[in-house]
């Protein structure tokens, strides 16, 4: 079957910045309407409309002069956990632990047979009051945790540290030991996680997403084999690889972007994941200055240990993606990658130097960035990194210097929505409030770059999303809520308003 999408607006290109000095921001449309021929999982050409094919063995869609781009991809996701999160207490809106205490207050009366709390989102470098055992005993005496919204600590009562803590003091766990309890916390049952994972997938659908970088902690490889093998076919997907696994998939030769068997092409090997630092909300982000406590965060790695787990991977074909918050992480991060001399991702990028901005480009590291962490970050970051916040989220500066931008939401820890991050990008501004650092905007060519993986053109992927509202021509805030009338992935409709 031959599918023709016509009628169709499309885009001469992506990625061009605007001219600084005039602010020029040409739409990037054809001026003709066209109609775009997919023959399977391709698309076969690109012709002035009404002149594509017809007949059997055809199916015309007219698109009526809607918006047609390339699908779009969030590089980074933690899947599974994005997909419980709907069903977790949410504590993001919590002005003080007290708050969140009294959230779980009533999460636990309303829900007696609900075997464990637990809440996703809080954020306590903004609160005045501490977070405490007692305050959660005092709220339910089931196990209670509490996950902030970086994923990198986690808030437990005394019947969950009893159960998943053992041994710990501690109220608030924090990186390592946080990530262990939070890996026990998924349903045991694979069949209701992957149930959910296609509700997840479904949802992405609807805002024109057709793949995602896995960056879920654990052997992903099995989970995404049997989720496919299911039916799950509404995303490409590729997964990442931590250190402990980092042997397992050396040895069974898997190596960045290879296809995996009996997968339809859907499935993917992506990056080896190293996490060097913390978060800035944890206060464990690792910078050059100290946060208003002293500390300067936390390297999980020495310089030397960096390295040589990422020229392990490089060796064995795998591309590193550094997780780097702080500035001083970002610059050992940039050092690894010059000593290994070999490129990849540095996940997050979120504080750094200027001396170090050029380096991305030159060494050849992807900028992987999370736009609308800035609009969630920016208080904490006004409080944190006082007086360095013009090197916060730097994107207009990292696309001027020639690095490569690449878009994710970092879900759970923001929506996994690529137009959230792309309004946050082009405005850096939500809710009303005025535009945080203005001067580190991008343009709406720019993001849309580094959204998407492909064109429109003859011999690309079929992977596309069909827009109800032009993208240059609508309001920033309009951007977030862009209606979505298709999404194709490898030419099948996994989103249709059209038929």
Same mark, same amino acid.
């Given at each position: ?90 504590? *993001? ?84 030991? *946080? ?96 996490? *060097? ?197 609508? *309001? ?24």
């Amino acid at each position: 079957m031959t599918l023709v999408l016509a009628g169709a607006r499309i885009l001469a290109g992506l990625g061009r910045l605007s001219d600084p000095a005039t602010g020029d921001r040409r739409i990037p449309y054809r001026a003709e309407l066209v109609d775009v021929v997919i023959d399977g999982d391709r698309i076969a050409a690109v012709v002035p409309a009404a002149t594509a094919p017809a007949g059997a063995g055809v199916e015309r869609i007219p698109l009526d002069g809607r918006w047609l781009l390339p699908g779009l991809w969030d590089q980074h996701v933690h899947f599974t956990q994005w997909a419980q999160t709907a069903r977790r207490l949410d504590v *993001s809106h919590a002005s003080s632990a007290a708050e969140a205490a009294a959230l779980v207050r009533r999460r636990a009366a309303d829900s007696p047979d609900e075997d464990v709390i637990v809440g996703f989102g809080f954020h306590d470098a903004l609160w005045a009051d501490v977070p405490t055992r007692e305050l959660l005993d005092a709220a339910a005496g089931r196990p209670v945790v509490l996950i902030a919204g970086d994923l990198h600590c986690s808030w437990l009562n005394s019947a969950a540290a009893q159960r998943f803590a053992p041994g710990s003091t501690e109220a608030v766990l924090r990186e390592d030991a *946080s990530f262990a309890v939070t890996t026990l916390l998924a349903a045991a049952d694979e069949a209701t996680l992957d149930r959910w994972a296609r509700d997840a997938a479904r949802m992405a659908a609807t805002r024109g997403v057709v793949g995602v970088v896995d960056l879920e902690y654990g052997w992903n490889l099995d989970v995404w084999k049997r989720r496919i093998a299911a039916g799950a076919d509404g995303l490409r997907v590729e997964f990442g690889v931590y250190g402990d696994h980092l042997d397992r998939a050396a040895h069974l030769g898997l190596r960045t972007g290879d296809l995996v068997a009996e997968t339809g092409g859907l499935l993917s090997v992506g990056p080896y994941k190293v996490i *060097s630092d913390g978060s800035l909300n944890t206060r464990t982000a690792l910078c050059s200055r100290p946060y208003p406590d002293g500390g300067t965060g936390v390297a999980n790695l020495s310089p030397g240990e960096l390295v040589e787990r990422m020229r392990f991977a490089v060796e064995h074909g795998l591309e590193p993606a550094v997780h780097a918050i702080g500035d001083e992480a970002n610059r050992r991060a940039l050092d690894a990658f010059e000593a290994i001399g070999a490129g990849g991702r540095i996940e997050h990028a979120q504080l750094i130097d200027a001396s170090d901005i050029p380096r991305f480009a030159r060494l050849g590291v992807v900028a992987s960035v999370q736009p609308e962490h800035a609009m969630d970050d920016r208080d904490v970051a006004d409080r944190l990194w006082e007086g360095r916040t013009d090197r916060a989220f730097p994107l207009a500066e990292l696309h001027a210097a020639g690095a490569r931008l690449a878009f994710g939401s970092d879900a759970p820890v923001a929506p996994l929505d690529p137009w959230a991050a792309i309004a946050s990008a082009v405005g850096r501004s939500r809710d009303g409030r005025e535009p945080w650092h203005p001067e580190l905007c991008v343009s709406r060519e720019v993001a849309l770059a580094a959204s998407v993986r492909s064109t429109v053109g003859p011999g690309q992927p079929a992977d596309l999303a069909v827009l109800d509202r032009d993208p240059f021509g609508c *309001s920033t805030d309009e951007l977030r809520t862009m209606p979505i009338a298709a999404t194709l992935v490898a030419g099948r409709f996994t989103h249709d308003t059209l038929r």
